[in-house]
């Protein structure tokens, strides 16, 4: 069989994925396509990816640099590792070293701003420069395992031993959050290394964060420098070129809903590995036994910045609609005033009788990323919407739904949502025994959403969140953290010398 190189692209023409589909080149992409690029289709959608050879050869060379890497950290001690994390740590906690982080990131925010785009997650506030000191100071400290016991299986004269081994290399794509970097840094604790593409609103900080911090604390550990490679690109073919290295050991995405979908489909078809974190939103829902103070409670905790767990859908029963709905808008309303904005609401049709007409016909200002909006205060949305995840800049969204009872909430739940977090809130043990056994959600709670998240909850840095959108996940759990990519080694141990088959 000939195989050769497709030079060049032609409007119209047709390209096979799938068995039995075709993809049509079009006109922008024929006129971009240049001897020695690539193509990915991916498979799921159709869509025709375009990877100049520039951006594959640079990121092939990135990974290649991380692959060299984890040979020599292999080597390094345990002690070393801890070395790198306390001092990537103090650089970000020292003024002087975090100066120019500063400065470069409120360029990035500026720039996004000035693009209209979202910028919640972008500045690198006192809080998130204090968690990201924090999340390094606690892999600082993490139990060192990379070649821990898993088990053992005794025999006459020799045994087996199963112990713990890093991965590889780990790919990482996240949209622009500073703080992910540092977290992305945590594979390091179990002697993996990692390639990462930053969203590009953010690469200025990236770059700032790799010159003043992590090159000179991999340096002052010992560690080998291309440890962690960040992939110097606003574009955003490296991250379909990075998740088309075949020589990944797992792939890492972290983002919106459908770049994650997106890259993870790229993985897949290339056979690597991938954890996905992208679509989230939380649920609560008000049990017939909900105490209205609790509820109100939860919603308010649920709503103070937007992130993947934050509130996005509350659920209440007809039975206490009348009576609790009126508290989760007033929850809802203060939780805008907060943020000295409203809370624009999502309203179903089975939950509009229990809302005050005139929320409806009242326009307020919202505040988006691409500026303020006049639209109304309450909104009707159908049942089947209650999967879209409030992506809101300022102005905090949720969506109010009435259910026939808890059983109700619950189907819908895992029918629409992206299943990542459903808290009940119920004075019941068996209304809470019955919503754990059959709500399809990796984390379950019985207050506020916001408790998701590996740093907070379990007292670790994380790398994502995974809900079971794509199905539930073998051994783990829905935190992927630093010490999750690890595989087993298997050790034979002769007590003599004489044993045979």
């Not at 060299?68 to 080597?75: P, T």
């Not at 103090?90 to 990131?105: E, G, H, T, V, Y």
């Not at 594979?187 to 770059?207: C, E, K, P, Q, Y």
Request: aromatic letters at 6%.
């Amino acid at each position: 069989m000939n195989v050769d190189r497709v030079e060049r692209l032609e409007a119209g023409q047709r390209i096979l994925f799938g068995g039995n589909r075709w993809a049509t080149v079009g006109e922008d992409l024929a006129r971009a396509f240049a001897p020695g690029d690539r193509i990915v289709v991916v498979h799921e959608t159709g869509d025709l990816l375009h990877i100049p050879a520039s951006e594959y050869d640079t990121v092939a060379a990135a990974v290649e640099r991380a692959h060299r890497a984890f040979g020599s950290l292999a080597a390094a001690s345990d002690d070393a590792i801890s070395g790198f994390f306390e001092e990537f740590a103090a650089r970000l906690d020292a003024p002087a070293s975090f100066a120019p982080i500063a400065s470069a990131n409120e360029r990035d925010v500026s720039d996004a701003r000035a693009r209209g785009r979202s910028t919640t997650r972008l500045v690198l506030s006192d809080a998130m420069r204090s968690g990201m000191v924090s999340g390094l100071r606690m892999w600082r400290d993490y139990r060192a395992d990379r070649d821990a016991l898993v088990d053992t299986v005794q025999h006459d004269g020799w045994r087996a031993e199963m112990r713990r081994a890093p991965l590889g290399v780990i790919g990482f794509v996240f949209e622009g959050r500073p703080n992910v970097f540092a977290d992305a840094t945590g594979v390091l604790r179990t002697g993996n290394t990692v390639v990462f593409r930053i969203g590009s609103d953010a690469l200025g900080t990236a770059r700032a964060i790799v010159e003043h911090a992590l090159a000179p604390a991999l340096a002052a550990a010992g560690l080998p420098p291309d440890a962690a490679v960040l992939i110097d690109s606003p574009s955003r073919a490296t991250g379909w070129a990075l998740f088309d290295q075949r020589s990944l050991a797992l792939a890492v995405a972290r983002g919106s809903g459908g770049a994650v979908a997106q890259l993870g489909a790229v993985a897949r078809q290339a056979g690597v590995p991938v954890s996905l974190h992208g679509t989230g939103g939380g649920w609560i829902v008000a049990g017939e036994h909900a105490v209205a103070t609790d509820l109100a409670d939860a919603v308010f905790h649920s709503l103070d910045r937007k992130v993947c767990n934050t509130v996005n859908v509350v659920c209440v029963p007809r039975s206490r609609a009348g009576e609790l709905v009126a508290d989760v808008l007033a929850a809802a309303h203060r939780a805008g005033e907060r943020r000295s904005t409203v809370t624009k609401l999502h309203i179903t049709e089975s939950a509009r009788p229990f809302v005050p007409e005139h929320l409806f016909t009242t326009d307020v200002e919202v505040r988006r990323a691409d500026g303020p909006h006049r639209e109304p205060h309450a909104s009707p949305i159908d049942v089947s919407a209650l999967g879209i995840e409030w992506e809101w800049e300022d102005s905090p969204e949720i969506s109010i739904c009435v259910v026939d009872d808890l059983q109700h909430a619950v189907r819908l739940f895992n029918e629409h949502s992206p299943r990542l977090v459903a808290s009940l809130v119920s004075s019941s043990d068996a209304e809470h025994q019955g919503f754990w056994s059959t709500v399809d959600a990796p984390f379950v709670g019985n207050g506020f959403t916001r408790w998701v998240d590996g740093q907070f909850a379990l007292d670790k840095p994380e790398l994502g969140l995974s809900n079971w959108e794509h199905g539930r996940l073998f051994a783990r759990s829905g935190v992927l953290g630093g010490d999750s990519a690890f595989t087993v080694r298997i050790r034979a141990v002769q007590d003599r010398p004489d044993i045979h088959r």
